[in-house]
């Protein structure tokens, strides 16, 4: 609830006076309260669909069905072959919208999509007396608990559960096999027995039910993807491809994604930011085996109550481990990240172990504090992997990254921050460039946007006809970060080449040896503390792990995890692409302008937007908070208050060690942005008193470190 003060889609709970006002027909024993959502509905998807249909001739669209596609073919200059029975059409791209058959047409063009059908049941009742005496229509319930919804159907009933994973089934066979030729409106056979401890919840909640008759028992396939949420866009890998598929929840999304897709393919860019349904967010290690194994959980899971930080376990670990993977296991609480396991915090004797989830703090909060605390005053290592790494080499390498990024093109042997804009001037990625070679260039971005980064680049390439080569690197190279005051001190023991701050300045990236392993190292760190990153094959992980945590016993060297990152990198005022920045934002309301060249002579990619943009003036501005709370600390998603009204949202949070108190970022009317402006921060349904603040709350080691120079006395 603390989103929905912000979200446009109107929802707010209720009484349980109100929700028997609304719904009559409940037992009202065990309600407490309800979620209302008055925009609510149903409607009849098969009306829907010839409505869509008729439009879409009204404004020139020519419809040929039932037509089935043959194969696929890709030409050279990017259009497309469609061949059907009726002939060949010829497309510029081609949208995959083909429902249970999505599986099949990718296969056409070798990709496969992790899509499954699930068997779905709903049950229709007779005419119910009770029902039919009602004035007004009754609104669709969903019954967390019971694990079902249910709405008025004429003058009877509507209810379709969702069993347990153990009791759920999926046509699997379809994976294989394919859908069998001329499936269409037929349906499975159904199975009461499944589905009957839901059916007697929902008897309990609704006594009418108790009475009626069972007229139609529907049993039919919805496509499921791992998560359940739908996979919506342009695909990396095929130029031109595009899909929507893996709709889990049917034609009630036809509207919002048919504009989003249209506004996109027209626009050049997503009209708004939805990375979440990205297609690109799974990859060759989205398996079969993984795929039926998270669809079973996603089903199951399909009314549970969500948490913070939430993990799910099934179809885990996938076959993209990182070469630590089997020596931490044990020894951490792991976090999944596009299929990476990732170290999120470690275990001591005398913690709590294991996942607990909770909406407050919970067994990880005081470790998290502790490995905080290791990297401040000692030194720590932590697994990087799950980063996104592409190699771009060519004659026009330096070119088309100039045209890519907004920031300058870093010089050999230096990296920078860098942003790709959008037509729109919004932030499409951030990724640390280096320059290695000449023209040679290692870009890397966070394990969630790796295809997502990829595919514009490649985009890019294709359209701008540069005379570059690019090779994802992903999974066969590893990354170490070390990190903290001593952090030099231990990697000195181990190389020849001098690690001084005079001769390996901060933002500098060269190839030297570690204990005879070969790494590029990159002075950089997002915990904002004295470190590197390093890059190495993915098999010497182990021995450079073991090397450098030998090299730091003197020290007191030890593990952290991304927990503990982000509650540094927050402290340092660092932003996170996907929470402060992302398709909804421009730079320079993010924060960004120091990355933003906006005088370059290179016309980069939404240059000219935000020269209209900066001419405009700002309307928010992201701003830095403080927060007075007890046990409880902010995600990102939650509203935030002033004078009783809702005036924004946080992007991310943590607890900051070092102030002892929540910190978050959140966007706010630029009036408002001002340090010193006292707003409130909705959390669990209570608003807690917020400041806006100078940022950062801990200056970096690099800042801190140029102060010194200077003769100040840098306050930490």
Not at 385 to 406: C, M, Q, R, W
Not at 527 to 548: M, Q
Request: aromatic letters at 10%; charged letters at 25%; proline letters at 6%.
């Amino acid at each position: 609830m603390t989103r929905a003060g912000w979200h446009p889609t109107e929802q707010y709970l209720i009484t349980p006076e109100k929700v028997q006002e609304l719904f009559p027909l409940l037992n009202m024993d065990t309600v407490l309260a309800g979620l209302y959502n008055p925009g609510d509905g149903h409607i009849d998807p098969y009306s829907l669909t010839m409505a869509l249909a008729a439009g879409a001739r009204k404004y020139g669209a020519q419809l040929n069905y039932p037509v089935q596609v043959t194969n696929l073919n890709s030409r050279s200059d990017g259009t497309w072959e469609v061949k059907t029975p009726l002939g060949i059409i010829q497309a510029k791209r081609i949208v995959n919208t083909a429902g249970f058959w999505a599986r099949d047409i990718g296969k056409m063009i070798g990709l496969q999509h992790p899509l499954i059908p699930v068997h779905h049941q709903y049950v229709v009742t007779s005419t119910i007396p009770e029902v039919k005496a009602l004035k007004t229509e009754l609104p669709v319930i969903r019954d967390l608990e019971g694990s079902y919804y249910l709405r008025q159907e004429r003058d009877g009933l509507l209810f379709g559960p969702y069993e347990s994973e153990e009791k759920m089934k999926l046509q699997d066979s379809w994976i294989t096999n394919g859908v069998p030729p001329g499936f269409g409106k037929e349906l499975f056979e159904s199975d009461l027995d499944r589905i009957m401890e839901h059916i007697e919840a929902a008897m309990e909640m609704v006594p009418a039910l108790k009475k009626a008759d069972i007229v139609n028992t529907i049993a039919g396939p919805i496509t499921y993807s791992p998560d359940i949420l739908p996979m919506v866009g342009p695909h990396q890998g095929v130029r031109n491809y595009w899909v929507a598929i893996g709709f889990g929840y049917g034609i009630i999304h036809a509207g919002g994604i048919g504009k989003y897709l249209s506004d996109w393919i027209l626009e050049g860019e997503p009209p708004f930011d939805l990375i979440e349904l990205d297609p690109n967010r799974y990859g060759k290690w989205t398996t079969i085996e993984y795929t039926a194994a998270k669809a079973r959980e996603s089903y199951g899971f399909n009314n549970i109550v969500g948490y913070p930080k939430e993990e799910r376990f099934a179809g885990r670990p996938t076959e993209r481990t990182s070469g630590l993977y089997d020596l931490l296991k044990s020894k951490c609480s792991m976090g999944f990240h596009a299929g990476w396991e990732q170290p999120h915090w470690f275990y001591k004797p005398g913690d709590e172990t294991g996942y607990k989830p909770s909406f407050r703090r919970t067994n990880w909060f005081d470790p998290v504090g502790r490995e905080y605390k290791q990297v401040m005053e000692k030194v720590g290592v932590i697994d990087l992997s799950p980063f996104g790494k592409f190699k771009v080499k060519g004659t026009d390498s330096v070119k088309l990254l100039d045209h890519l990024f907004a920031n300058v093109v870093p010089k050999v042997g230096s990296t920078n921050i860098s942003h790709m804009l959008t037509p729109r001037g919004k932030v499409y990625a951030e990724l640390t460039v280096s320059q290695l070679y000449p023209r040679e260039f290692m870009l890397v971005t966070g394990s969630g946007s790796e295809l997502h980064d990829l595919r514009w680049i490649e985009d890019k390439v294709m359209t701008g006809g540069y005379k570059v080569e690019i090779e994802n690197m992903t999974d066969e190279v590893g990354v170490l970060g070390v990190a903290g005051p001593y952090a030099r001190q231990v990697l000195q023991k181990l190389t020849n080449e001098d690690l001084s701050d005079g001769s390996f300045k901060f933002l500098q990236s060269r190839h030297l040896k570690l204990s005879d392993i070969a790494v590029t190292a990159i002075r950089i760190s997002y915990t904002g503390e004295l470190g590197w990153e390093l890059y190495h094959r993915k098999e010497d992980s182990v021995a450079l792990y073991g090397a450098i945590m030998e090299a730091g016993q003197k020290e007191g060297i030890d593990n952290f995890g991304t927990y503990a990152l982000n509650a540094l990198r927050l402290e340092k005022g660092f932003r996170a692409w996907g929470a402060e920045m992302n398709c909804d934002t421009n730079p320079l309301e993010a924060g960004l302008e120091y990355f933003v060249k906006i005088n370059k002579p290179a016309d980069f990619t939404g240059k000219q937007a935000l020269k209209q943009i900066k001419e405009n003036g700002l309307k928010r501005r992201l701003v830095y908070l403080i927060l007075e709370t007890d046990n409880v600390d902010p995600e990102g998603n939650e509203s935030v208050w002033h004078n009783g009204k809702v005036i924004g949202n946080t992007t991310s949070g943590s607890f900051s060690y070092s102030a002892q108190q929540s910190l978050a970022f959140a966007y706010v009317p630029t009036e408002l942005s001002k340090v010193g402006q006292k707003l409130e921060v909705e959390l669990l349904g209570k608003n807690y008193p917020a400041t806006v603040i100078q940022e950062p709350l801990v200056l970096t080691e690099p800042t801190r470190m140029r102060l010194q120079r200077k003769g100040e006395s840098p306050q930490i």
